[in-house]
């Protein structure tokens, strides 16, 4: 985008007033584990920021108050001027990756990949701007978000945070968020009080390591890197993003974090990024010859801010020793803290004061707004796919008895993910979720609100015959590495790491969509299976219990990532992939359910952004291979309406 002569004049004259020490601290971001205000007055720090799971007080219940009160002290040390040095505020930064996801009683849309089912660019514009005014009311200034990558191996445990395997989609995906987060570029709107500072992120192929091994080697030529990780970058620097964050993996055996071809001559020379790179948490300390408090590869590779959550102090000592020593040309810092003070002044944080003096701080009602739960309970209705529904069972009559079972039925921790509250998405229960709604409270409203009856039942017992059950199963909540598999295997998959690898074959699986022709039958292939599942899964059993009993079943699966699934669909009426839908549990239950006329509600319209494979060793798989032979390929999804509905869906 274009630079602002008054804003360059203006860092000149701050560079020359800083020390080495001064420029290399506005180089470092510090999490508010590890640091105090008064670490930020004394050492001049540039950046702060909450990792998954740090809270102002060691507090996951803290409100929104607390947040800005922390915000406010932090950046009254930054500003102070007692000691002589210039006033520089400081930037907090935060995952707010499907949401503000990490504040209590806010608002939590579904994770990506559930987003890129929805294919609606519309809504993930819309969705940045709900998140934006969520986090500007906590006086935060700045997301790592969105992630861009194009994931090529679903074992990868950051699978759910792609928004497709096709470049495309993620092209189209990411420039929309950015300007959801950060307005539109060039206008009034851009980074203003409803805004917040973005980021796009990996940089870059993290969605394309051998094997699908998180922090692994991307082995791709460097056109492939542009034609298929890079997409999502393009996109966003032309829709004006003012932060790339740098990836774990490798390139080709070096780090990204290492890799100054790549972040130097290529993103900011080649694609003309001027805004600041930051590391991820302590990236550097896997660059070769590096450790997580010192890093002169990196530095000089072009890595401008530093994400050294605790080692901080020794990472402005030993980076300064450095720049003394000749290892690190002062040039190099220079241009560094030209990007993050661009950055910090494009963002209008010299001007915009304290952050309890913003306009939406401290606007508690913000976070967890009825308006913003309306627009996740859309995205969630958008992004559900339907796989199979045989005879047409679905949508279903709102009079009915209904029996809610599965370990997922109701718990928002669950249906939510990674990356919610905590790091890992785990150690929560509902009670952590103040104005959420499980899957099973929106199916006990809305059959409730015309005389049906919803009774939940996690194991699937009951004392009477219902007439439908609708079972609520999937992987249980994991974030990056911890979620990497060794194989797509459902059975293995929802415990990482579980079991050796046999083989067994694959029954068949008919798919029947409401007023279509049957498709045609899968045929058995071997599988992937764990040498301990001699007994049925807990998930599965479940399934077949229910069916034996003449009940028919409604599946509805959660998930980060397609996984083969076979015996599950054999054993469901009908099968719908709700993927990770976050806090609006309630958005199921209006695309399940007719009207209380009997009609449509509200049809499918979510399609598989990523093909779904036909057994547990088959990955990766693209779309654009003419030998796809995945069960389900991209873009597929079943409609209530795939020839005839007696009304028009909402």
């Known amino acids: 985008m274009p630079r602002d002569p008054r804003i360059e004049a203006r860092i000149s004259d701050l ?252 993103l900011k020379a080649s694609m003309g990024f001027d805004g600041l790179v930051v590391s991820d948490w302590d990236g550097i300390d896997e660059v070769q010859s590096c450790s997580k408090d010192k890093c002169a590869q990196a530095v000089n590779a072009g890595i401008d801010l530093f994400m050294v959550p605790e080692q901080w102090r020794a990472f402005i000592q030993n980076t300064a020793a450095q720049v003394r020593a000749g290892d690190i040309p002062e040039t190099r810092i220079d241009d560094a803290v030209t990007r993050i003070l661009r950055v910090k002044l494009r963002a209008g944080l010299f001007e915009k004061g304290r952050p309890s003096s913003r306009p939406l701080a401290n606007q508690s009602a913000l976070v967890g707004a009825a308006e913003h739960r309306a627009v996740a309970r859309e995205a969630v209705r958008k992004s559900l796919v339907l796989l199979k529904n045989e005879g047409g069972l679905l949508p279903l009559r709102r009079d009915m008895n209904v029996l809610v079972a599965g370990d997922g039925a109701d718990d928002v921790g669950k249906q939510s993910g990674g990356w919610t509250l905590t790091w890992q998405g785990t150690g929560n229960s509902n009670a952590d979720f103040p104005g959420a709604t499980s899957i099973f409270e929106g199916i006990r409203a809305t059959v409730a609100a015309v005389g049906g009856t919803a009774v939940l039942s996690a194991d699937g017992s009951y004392r009477s015959p219902p007439d439908v059950a609708i079972v ?74 229910l069916r034996q009993s003449g009940i028919p079943v409604v599946a509805v699966f959660l998930t980060g990532r397609p996984t083969w699934i076979t015996p599950e669909l054999n054993a469901s009426t009908a099968f719908v992939v709700a993927w990770l839908p976050g806090s609006e549990g309630g958005g199921i239950a209006d695309v399940l359910f007719r009207k209380s006329d009997g009609q449509v509600n509200v049809d499918f319209t979510g399609k598989l952004s990523y093909a779904w494979p036909r057994d547990a060793r088959q990955t990766p798989l693209d779309r654009h291979d003419r030998k796809d032979s995945s069960l389900f390929p991209y873009g597929y999804g079943l409609s209530y309406c795939i020839r005839h509905c007696d009304a028009p869906s909402s």
């Open 472 to 545: 609520v199963f999937g992987e249980n909540p994991y974030a990056e590495w911890h979620g990497d598999l060794r194989s797509l295997d459902y059975h293995s998959g929802a415990r990482p790491g579980n079991g050796i690898d046999i083989l067994r074959p694959a029954p068949e699986v008919s798919i029947f969509g409401a007023g279509a022709e049957p498709r045609t039958r899968v045929p058995a292939q071997a599988v992937s299976r764990p040498a301990d599942a001699a007994a049925p899964d807990p998930d599965l059993a479940l399934l077949l219990r």
């Open 15 to 266: 560079l020359r007033r800083l020390t080495l020490e001064q420029k290399v601290a506005q180089m470092v971001q510090a999490d508010i584990r590890y640091v105090t205000p008064e670490d930020v007055r004394v050492y001049r720090l540039g950046a702060i920021l909450n990792g998954g799971g740090a809270f102002p007080g060691n507090n996951k219940h803290a409100g929104v108050s607390d947040w800005v009160a922390l915000a406010d002290r932090f950046y009254d040390a930054s500003v102070d001027t007692s000691g002589g040095a210039p006033a520089v505020p400081v930037i907090w930064g935060t995952d707010a990756v499907h949401g503000h996801n990490n504040v209590f009683g806010a608002t939590l849309f579904p994770h990506n990949i559930g987003l890129g089912a929805a294919h609606d660019p519309d809504l993930i514009e819309r969705i940045g701007e709900v998140t934006a005014s969520e986090v500007a009311a906590t006086g935060i200034d700045w997301t790592f978000a969105p992630t861009v990558a194009v994931v090529r191996d679903d074992r990868w445990g950051r699978s759910y945070e792609g928004y497709s395997q096709d470049p495309q989609l993620v092209r189209a995906y990411a420039g929309r968020m950015i300007r959801g987060l950060q307005g539109t570029a060039g206008a009034p709107s851009f980074l203003d009080a409803r805004h917040i500072v973005a980021t796009a992120k990996h940089f870059i192929g993290d969605g394309g390591t051998d094997s699908g091994v998180d922090r692994g080697d991307n082995r791709a030529s460097e056109q492939q890197l542009l034609d298929i990780h890079a997409q999502g970058y393009i996109a966003a620097i032309q829709s004006g993003v003012q932060t790339v964050m740098a990836s774990y993996n490798s390139w080709q055996g070096i780090k990204m974090h290492g890799q100054h071809h790549l972040l130097t001559d290529v």
